[in-house]
Nanobody, 123 residues
Framework: VQLVESGGGSVQPGGSLRLSCAAS????????MAWFRQGPGKEREGVAG???????RYADSVKGRFTISKDNAKNTLYLQMDSLKPEDTGMHYC???????????????????WGQGTQVTVS
């Protein structure tokens, strides 16, 4: 399984970015995936998750600003990030699970496969 993130960068507060996670050896359709981030000096935290049937879950800090989605034809996971804030700064990781949850989970230990991360800087 390989997960490759892209789309990170540097933006000003209030700006937008769309992160992509291209999967190989793993089918995004019908599986559980999520985005995590790790800011400087902070623990890795769950940002958004999507379950087997497309149910979504967001961290309170990003609700109303971020949207997680899948493109089954491209076998890719996305994270649309709008109204970015400085506290959104950090390395953002795509994660995929072998388990097929009906409801999304945002606990790092529950995911089996990880991408290398893409940096998001808001300043």
């Amino acid at each position: 399984v390989q997960l490759v993130e892209s789309g990170g960068g540097s933006v000003q507060p209030g700006g937008s970015l769309r992160l992509s996670c291209a999967a190989s050896g793993y089918t995004v359709t019908g599986n559980s995936m999520a985005w995590f981030r790790q800011g400087p000096g902070k623990e890795r935290e769950g940002v958004a998750g999507i379950s087997v049937y497309g149910r979504t879950r967001y961290a309170d800090s990003v609700k109303g600003r971020f949207t997680i989605s899948k493109d089954n034809a491209k076998n890719t996971l996305y994270l649309q990030m709008d109204s970015l804030k400085p506290e959104d700064t950090g390395m953002h990781y795509c994660a995929a699970a072998r388990a097929r949850w009906l409801d999304p989970v945002l606990t790092p230990a529950d995911y089996d496969y990880w991408g290398q991360g893409t940096q998001v800087t808001v300043s």
